[in-house]
């Protein structure tokens, strides 16, 4: 690899996390993203390849979530360095493991350090963000953020952007399903009420500060009390078939709890082990069979790093 | 002292702190309420006294928060004990200090030392919330189980009732200014929407998972910016005269944040130092009186032990 050429690891991540709708994500091991950056004799920021998308994705910079967020990033130094990004996708697109927010991450992280490394890692986090803006209509930062920083990410406040790193329990695994149907973020939105009755915010916001207690203390009993979402799961499972039967059979097998991740399809569990953690995700994608419905599973401990600049000699084999 | 006859303090609390609407509470040092309890010949549970509650309270036991808590506690234990009760107001009643629920604790706490410590003090709890639900119509537990408790209390769930103990922040100092005005808690409660907007309740959940992770933290910063109602407050502060210039004054001073204790109408801060708290409560109180309205303050770290049983040399003095 030459000086000039960086590649970065962005990892997957499950956002919302039962009660935490919109503010709280945590991040995976695998799968994630790989962005490759390189110098060009352009004054441009040009994506040059992308993989693994299947050619869904656009290669015009300020319609790809990597593009604009490295335009972005380079716009705030006031630098007109050219850039050539190749985008490596090694996740699916569409499942709610935060897809455009790893590309993002893995793009600013790569040209950060490219140029120097001028930024921290979380002043990195409002350049992933307009990424996602563009991709999604709004910066939400529950998948950006734990991409970037790993473990568990609470999302405080939007106005101003107020991120606060949890502690990550030593022992929990998460499992991640993914079941191959689409459903779009968008619709996701729109299928939300826009009002809630204050009886159920009320059980809400006991469970999200229940989990974030559970978090801080390694308490797994909790954790699993406090996993359960009564607002946005209810109206969302509707888009994902056999998505009760498979939250049972996950619970059946000694997850500590089961919702979906993001706005799904893909539907998390988290469990104390990995033995328990390996059962859960056949069980979880045993109904999905059942449904005919195939799926992937991703079994994982929790990423504590989050996103980084691969080595050199790992890179060489891209 | 007889060994027939023991006195109980439990202390007053501050429930809601900001954003906790029914799920968060903490306890003071002072004020607090004091329950004698000695035995009778009766089969019955007998409220003998009451002072300092300028004779507002009955004292039918039925209708009595304390008594009401005992024959409860007694009736599980299938005891026919007869039991006088003292009940010793050492608070400002309806003021938004839980002091129903603190007479209805230090009750429970006095008997249950009388006959011998059956149940440990986490198990007295459902008792208390008897003696709340007869004063409220409803359980709410966010002021009984601090002051059974002591520190800060999560209630993650109601349906089953599940009672978190949060961390106390070392440094943390309470302001509570009660003014002399009153509010009933049913008032307080029906003036509350019944509904609320999505974008609003994310506002909210951010800022309890932000305050109960500056409290497991002690990052006295974090709670300073998550002490804030976006919901409750905007709406119950219309009943208390002056209330938005009390908060500006307390913030001004110092104060990590401000918000209405319980149903109000007492306002409570929070601050790092017993000097601030103090410079808190003067400025606190002088907003209130040019309102015209008297009131006094009480400043207290925060009480991590809750309600016990009066040694008895210091009972001899009641």
């Not at 734990?146 to 406040?157: E, Q």
């Not at 949890?166 to 826009?194: F, G, N, Y």
């Amino acid at each position: 690899m030459k000086d000039d050429c960086i590649a970065a690891f962005a990892p997957a991540t499950v956002a919302n996390v039962g009660a935490g709708f919109d503010i709280l994500g945590f991040a995976l091991h695998q799968p994630g993203d790989e962005v490759v950056a390189r110098f060009n004799d352009s004054h441009r920021v040009v994506l040059t390849r992308i993989t693994g998308d299947g050619g869904k994705l656009p290669l015009q910079t300020e319609l790809n979530t990597a593009g604009v967020a490295v335009m972005k990033l380079l716009e705030h130094l006031n630098l007109r360095k050219g850039i050539d990004l190749e985008v490596h996708k090694k996740m699916p697109l569409g499942s709610g493991l935060g897809s455009s927010a790893a590309s993002a991450v893995a793009a600013v992280v790569a040209v950060n350090a490219l140029i120097g490394s001028p930024l921290k890692k979380i002043e990195l986090l409002p350049f992933a963000l307009e990424g996602e803006r563009m991709a999604c209509g709004a910066a939400h930062a529950d998948n950006a953020a734990p991409s970037l920083l790993g473990g568990f990410i609470l999302i405080r406040s939007y106005t101003p952007l107020d991120i606060v790193q949890l502690e990550t329990p030593e022992r929990l695994h998460a499992v991640v399903v993914h079941p191959h149907i689409e459903v779009k973020t968008k619709d996701a939105r729109e299928i939300l009420k826009k009002s809630l009755l204050l009886k159920d915010a009320i059980v809400q916001w006991g469970n999200i500060a229940g989990l974030v207690a559970g978090l801080m203390k390694s308490d797994y009993d909790l954790i699993s009390r406090s996993l359960n979402d009564v607002i946005v799961e209810p109206v969302r499972s509707i888009l994902i078939p056999g998505f009760n039967a498979v939250k049972a059979a996950a619970l059946c097998e000694g997850a500590l709890g089961c919702s979906i991740s993001g706005s799904g399809p893909s539907v998390f569990a988290l469990t104390t082990e990995a033995s328990i953690a390996q059962r859960v995700a056949d069980a979880m994608q045993k109904v999905f069979a059942e449904q005919g419905v195939a799926s992937n599973a991703f079994i994982s401990k929790i990423n504590s790093e989050g996103a980084y600049v691969v080595p050199s000699s790992t890179y060489a084999a891209l």
